[in-house]
């Protein structure tokens, strides 16, 4: 089979990392670099890459990412699974297409990891985080433009601390020919 074919069928989201196992600069960067390049509409460009490492932005964002999810922030929960990497995905949301600009940014970056044997997961509720003004002043302390850019959603990078998931049967209705 093609590679990247294979590359794309067998990626799977992990949901546990292992927090002290670091991501390779290298790898890192190639990854980063594959988001650059995903479809955008019209080649603009809209999303911007935030890569998150600093413990205590991290936690922060863990506590805005419960609070999107109806918790008080103050739960042991961790929404990112103790993944040692969480890129935040903005748009420009004054481009037509910033969310599915966003969206496949996300996606290459996820095909990029697995074929670099990282782990990654989407992770919901960035648009909520970025919304809210505890949000908005983040990005404004990162020179970030808070009334432009909107979030996406998040991926996760790392490496798992569980078994690699299998994955489920294909729906049978999934493709339909016209």
Not at 99 to 126: F, Q, T, Y
Request: net charge positive; charged share 30%.
């Amino acid at each position: 089979m093609n590679e990247i074919i294979e590359n794309i069928i067998t990626r799977r989201s992990i949901k546990s990392y292992d927090k002290s196992k670091k991501v390779e600069k290298e790898k890192l960067d190639k990854i980063l670099e594959a988001g650059t390049y995903a479809a955008c509409g019209m080649g603009a460009q809209s999303p911007l890459i935030v890569v998150v490492q600093d413990e205590k932005i991290r936690e922060k964002l863990r506590k805005m990412n419960l609070k999107a999810m109806g918790k008080t922030g103050n739960e042991a929960i961790d929404p990112f699974y103790s993944a040692p990497i969480i890129v935040i995905v903005l748009a420009d949301k004054s481009i037509m297409t910033y969310k599915e600009d966003g969206s496949l940014v996300i996606g290459n970056m996820m095909n990029a990891a697995h074929s670099l044997n990282v782990d990654s997961c989407w992770i919901h509720r960035a648009y909520e985080e970025f919304e809210s003004e505890e949000g908005k002043e983040l990005l404004k302390s990162w020179g970030i433009d808070e009334n432009k850019y909107v979030g996406v959603g998040h991926c996760i990078l790392g490496y798992r601390n569980c078994e690699y998931p299998s994955s489920k049967p294909r729906k049978k209705d999934y493709i339909k020919y016209i």
